[in-house]
């Protein structure tokens, strides 16, 4: 890093991602692409990615929307169920067709429906999972209907992820877009290499009284939910002091306006135009622009174990205006923060 006018960081990855599929995936793509070199893509499509097969055919229908020549490689993940094939998931791994599992609590976001009920359920694959050193990735929500929207975060730490820590010690688990203090302390007090988190844009930025300031605010609404300032700011406090077990995970979702604004509006948050312009306007704002570069581009390859990019990524201080929407055919996608302007631009 040079300057406060100019960084220069190791091309980063994007560990959380929804690209959705055909019309959206052509629209979109393009700008992970600007930004990343890699990305966990996640499989809670209309149809879940939950075997080789599919995981192999959607990697194609990626690599075929690019319109851009840089390169970038989707990592793929296997949706978890009970009926998962412990077979199936040990070769998909062995043979490098996922990178990862991902634990959906039943009715907890987009598309998990098939998820998981009882964690118990799938102790026999988590057990091969950990043997293997195959990642685990969760949606840490109590899916309890009679647990406030606001405390699920919380109570999945208390109610499912000490004991599933406590069977499986060895097991590499990433705790995804965490959202509260109590996640923040649980990642930090452990100190485990098996343990991690990733953090978004969003709710670094945000809390949730912005959802409802001059009305409600629809483009804002995602899972898990803004919470209150405190645990904005205990967000912003991990990031800034350098800890490795924090990385960057954008889980930019994006959904057609209309559903957005639908009477059931759905969840998701389509930041990949400025996520990394967005981190960077933080770790400013927090003093800690040092840890820029290792919370986006070597904490999660090194959480991994996989190599840390090559390629290198430029930004320098110039404002840059946030496109106001995204074209797809004659609907339209609102990104995050539309026509607003951001202090940093890429090179």
């Not at 990855?13 to 600007?34: A, E």
């Not at 840490?140 to 699920?152: A, K, L, M, S, T």
């Not at 604004?261 to 040092?290: D, R």
């Amino acid at each position: 890093m040079s300057s406060l006018k100019k960084i220069k960081i190791i091309k980063p990855d994007d560990w959380h991602l929804h690209l959705r599929d055909k019309k959206i995936l052509k629209k979109i793509l393009r700008y992970t692409q600007t930004f990343y070199r890699r990305a966990i893509i996640m499989p809670n499509l209309n149809k879940p990615i939950t075997n080789c097969k599919k995981a192999i055919a959607y990697k194609r229908r990626i690599i075929n929307a690019s319109q851009l020549n840089t390169k970038f490689e989707p990592l793929m993940i296997c949706y978890l169920t009970k009926e998962t094939s412990l077979q199936e998931l040990k070769y998909g791994f062995f043979k490098k067709i996922f990178i990862g599992a991902k634990l959906y609590p039943d009715q907890s976001t987009t598309n998990s429906k098939t998820g998981i009920n009882k964690i118990s359920e799938i102790f026999h694959i988590l057990e091969l999972m950990q043997k293997i050193n195959m990642p685990l990735l969760i949606h840490g929500e109590d899916n309890n209907f009679d647990i406030d929207i606001y405390d699920r975060e919380a109570k999945f730490i208390e109610n499912t992820l000490v004991l599933l820590r406590k069977t499986f010690p060895e097991l590499k688990i990433i705790l995804e877009h965490i959202t509260t203090k109590e996640a923040v302390y649980y990642i930090e007090e452990n100190n485990s290499p098996y343990l991690a988190g990733t953090i978004t844009p969003h709710h670094l930025m945000l809390n949730r009284n912005n959802m409802f300031i001059g009305g409600i605010q629809p483009n804002l609404y995602c899972l898990p939910i803004l919470k209150r300032n405190i645990h904005q700011n205990a967000l912003r406090q991990a990031i800034s002091n350098g800890s490795t077990r924090f990385f960057l995970g954008s889980d930019s979702a994006p959904h057609l306006y209309e559903n957005k604004i639908n009477l059931i509006g759905c969840a998701g948050i389509f930041n990949a135009p400025s996520s990394l312009l967005c981190y960077v306007t933080v770790f400013e704002e927090m003093k800690a622009l040092k840890y820029f570069e290792s919370f986006c581009s070597k904490n999660g390859p090194n959480f991994y174990n996989i190599p840390i990019n090559k390629e290198s990524i430029t930004l320098i201080k110039k404002p840059y205006k946030i496109l106001e929407k995204v074209s797809v055919g004659k609907e339209f996608i609102i990104p995050f923060l539309s026509g607003e302007i951001l202090n940093w631009s890429i090179l």
